[in-house]
Structure formats: C-alpha cells, structure tokens
C-alpha cells in the first residue's frame, strides 16, 4: 500500500514536445518520485490509465482513439489538466481544420510536393480521422489548463509542486509570458 500521489500521463495529437518539456525538471524529478508515482506514461509504458490523483493530456483530439483514451483518463482521474497549446485550442495539428479532409489528405499523401506513389492509409486497424481537431476541454470536462508549447520546465514544478500538496495551482507572470 502506498500513499504516494498517482500521476498519469498521455500524448494525443501532440509532438510529445510537452512531455520533453516536462523531463526537463531535470533532478527535481527525484523529489517528484518521493511523493508522486506514475501510471500510464511513456516512463512506466502502462497500457491503460488506472484509477489516479492527476492526469495530464499532452495533445488536442484528432481521431477514434484519442477520444476513447481522453474518456478513459476523465473517468479515472481525479483532477485533468489540459498541458500545452495542443490540449488546450488544438495547436498545431488543429490547423488542418481550415482544409476539408479529404483534400488534407489527398495533399499529403497524393499530391504534395515530393508525395510519389504514395496511398491514403486505410487499414481498419487504424484509428479513425475526425474531420477536425479538436480542443479537450471539448470531449470532457477539464478542470486545470496549463499553458505554452510547450508549458516550460518551471510551470511543470510550479504546478504540480501545487497540486501534489493540495494547494490551487497559481503561475507568477513570468512562466506564462511569452514575449
Ligand atoms: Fe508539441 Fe507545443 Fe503541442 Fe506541446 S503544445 S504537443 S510542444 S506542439
């Protein structure tokens, strides 16, 4: 039995950048550990989200399957975060949204520049493309949002120092300004 905080991590569509920001903590990750263990993480490789304290959702929905994994983690954490841009309005991948999605497609795989010979994957095993990217706060209910792309190495200690003690995370202007 332990009464260690449980933290669960997971990338949708994201570029994992969020998660490279967060390993950044560098040695504080040891203080981290002593009082926070992980779930499902690219660090433990668990498959499925288990009942935990925190999630956070690095990347914004774009197809079948992030859907099914956002739901699951909704339904066993306590508190959600939105990390980064991505999470938050879609970011990057949520640009697509402007081009109907059959042509985004037929761009990347048929006609773009340096595209040869190249099918529209179809495989049933894929997961399915939304027609758009969406924000997670879309799908369920957050309750935190974590801001930048990625949030740096000081928001993650700053809010997760906060929320593992209980307080309510507070970020000081200078980790959330960007200029
Ligand atoms: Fe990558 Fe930025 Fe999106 Fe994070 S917010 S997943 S760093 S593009």
């Known amino acids: 039995m332990t009464n260690k905080i449980k933290v669960a991590t997971t990338s949708l569509a994201g570029c994992f950048g969020c998660h490279m ?32 304290d925190i999630g956070l959702i690095e990347g914004g929905v774009c197809n079948s399957e992030n859907v099914h994994v956002l739901r ?21 991948p949520a640009m697509r949204n402007y081009v109907n999605l059959e042509d985004c497609l037929l761009e990347a795989y048929r006609d773009g520049i340096g595209v040869e010979n190249a099918q529209i994957p179809s495989d049933p095993e894929l997961p399915l493309l939304l027609d758009k990217v969406h924000p997670i706060h879309e799908i369920v209910k957050v309750d935190y949002f974590m801001p930048g792309c990625p949030p740096s190495a000081d928001v993650f200690w700053t809010f997760l120092t906060a929320l593992v003690e209980g307080r309510e995370p507070a970020l000081p202007y200078e980790l959330v300004h960007y200029d």
């Open 21 to 52: 920001s967060f390993l950044d903590i560098d040695e504080r990750i040891v203080a981290l550990a002593e009082v926070a263990e992980f779930d499902r993480s690219p660090i433990t490789d668990i498959e499925h989200c288990g009942p935990c």
């Open 72 to 92: 699951e983690f909704r339904k066993n954490c306590k508190i959600l975060v939105a990390v980064g841009a991505c999470a938050i309005n879609g970011g990057l």
